[in-house]
């Protein structure tokens, strides 16, 4: 039995208004802007206000992708949303998403993995539209990382910003859009970075809440690291699978984390940096959500043609990487006006 193909049919994302400039920060933290420009890349960053929540930005992203495809809410039969910080424990936020989209009937869930988590919500989708169970699947990736910074560690608060972004997914021609993917899992080191309380290891108190125990907590150097090493091997093992080279993939659409990492895998793979965008100086890192911002800001300019190779290279909190490789099939948007707020 063959698979028909899957393919990215409509892109979109929503930042927030509000920017947080790293000369604010000088005024929060002992920090400075040459100190975390020449670390991470990061400029600026945007602020969700305090009456928003995570379904809020996602609502805007998936909107926004849904007009893209051309498609009604009622004709999405799944949802997907990428995030740690939803609106609640429980429900899904992609339940309140279903809702507030007007999705008809349509099921979903939320998929749990930091950085990496559209790279799997992109594999999920993939596989749900190839398969035919569904025909149009919506994967949304969505942070409100603001909200669990500890704005006490210098290291880490300027880092995050906010964000949401999605794509809808919908079927192709076998042998076309979705070409391949590799996921690793290094679960020995989660401790790495993660949010200590709140879960049932350990309930969050009054004194994890003292010791910003809610918040997140990141061993920078180490994760660094492990990225530096893990970014070049899944980036290898998605472009063999897909039955592809490096110099036959056009564009690399890489989790905003740190821009050495990702120049440092253009020279290796010899891809030009023009083609690996870089969008953390700009928003900071969004977790998930900084992958389909990138796509959806490259994508707008008009720059990704029919018939390339995108690349989306996911890596973090788990530990974990993941890869996803896709022929493009869409058309460049009719007003190409740049990035869409």
Same mark, same amino acid.
């Given at each position: 039995m063959s698979l028909r193909g899957a393919a990215i049919l409509g892109v979109g994302s929503y930042l927030p208004e509000h920017v947080l400039t790293n000369a604010d920060l000088e005024q929060m933290v002992d920090t400075t802007d040459e100190w975390i420009v020449s670390h991470t890349g990061i400029r600026e960053r945007r602020v969700m206000t305090d009456d928003q929540a995570t379904s809020d930005l996602a609502y805007e992203a998936a909107t926004r992708a849904i007009k893209d495809a051309g498609l009604s809410h009622e004709e999405i039969d799944f949802i997907i949303v990428s995030t740690f910080t939803g609106d609640y424990l429980l429900p899904a936020t992609a339940n309140l998403l279903q809702a507030r989209l007007g999705c008809g009937e349509a099921s979903? %869930?939320?998929?749990? /993995?930091?950085?990496?988590? %559209?790279?799997?919500?992109?594999?999920t989708g993939s596989s749900l539209?190839?398969?035919?169970?569904?025909?149009?699947?919506?994967? $949304?990736?969505?942070? /409100?990382?603001?909200?669990?910074?500890?704005?006490?560690?210098?290291?880490t608060c300027v880092l995050f910003g906010d964000g949401a972004g999605a794509v809808v997914l919908g079927p192709t021609k076998e042998g076309h859009g979705f070409l391949g993917a590799e996921t690793i899992g290094q679960g020995?080191?989660?401790?790495?970075?993660?949010?200590?309380?709140?879960?049932?290891?350990?309930?969050?108190?009054?004194?994890?809440?003292?010791? #910003?125990?809610?918040?997140? /907590?990141?061993? =920078? #150097?180490?994760?660094?690291?492990?990225?530096?090493? =893990?970014?070049?091997? $899944?980036?290898?093992?998605?472009?063999?699978?897909?039955?592809?080279?490096?110099?036959?993939?056009?564009?690399?659409?890489? #989790?905003?984390?740190?821009?050495?990492?990702?120049?440092?895998?253009?020279?290796?793979?010899?891809? /030009?940096?023009?083609?690996?965008?870089?969008?953390?100086?700009?928003?900071?890192?969004?977790?998930?959500a900084s992958m389909p911002v990138t796509l959806d800001d490259v994508y707008r300019q008009g720059k990704i043609l029919p018939g390339e190779h995108v690349?989306?290279?996911?890596?973090?909190? =788990?530990?974990?990487?993941?890869?996803?490789?896709?022929?493009?099939?869409?058309?460049?948007?009719?007003?190409?006006?740049?990035?869409?707020?």
């Open positions: 979903g %869930f939320d998929l749990l /993995s930091g950085c990496t988590g %559209f790279v799997l919500g992109l594999v539209v190839q398969s035919g169970i569904f025909d149009h699947v919506l994967v $949304v990736a969505a942070e /409100s990382l603001t909200r669990v910074t500890n704005w006490d560690d210098r290291s020995e080191w989660a401790h790495l970075l993660m949010i200590p309380a709140g879960g049932s290891r350990k309930p969050l108190d009054e004194e994890a809440l003292r010791a #910003h125990e809610d918040k997140l /907590s990141m061993a =920078g #150097h180490d994760v660094y690291k492990l990225s530096v090493r =893990g970014v070049p091997l $899944v980036c290898e093992r998605t472009i063999a699978k897909a039955g592809l080279t490096a110099h036959e993939v056009e564009w690399v659409i890489m #989790h905003q984390a740190n821009k050495r990492i990702m120049d440092a895998a253009a020279k290796r793979f010899g891809w /030009s940096p023009d083609h690996v965008p870089v969008t953390i100086d700009k928003y900071g890192n969004i977790s998930a690349l989306f290279i996911g890596f973090g909190a =788990g530990f974990a990487l993941g890869g996803a490789l896709f022929e493009w099939t869409k058309p460049a948007p009719a007003q190409c006006d740049g990035h869409a707020l």
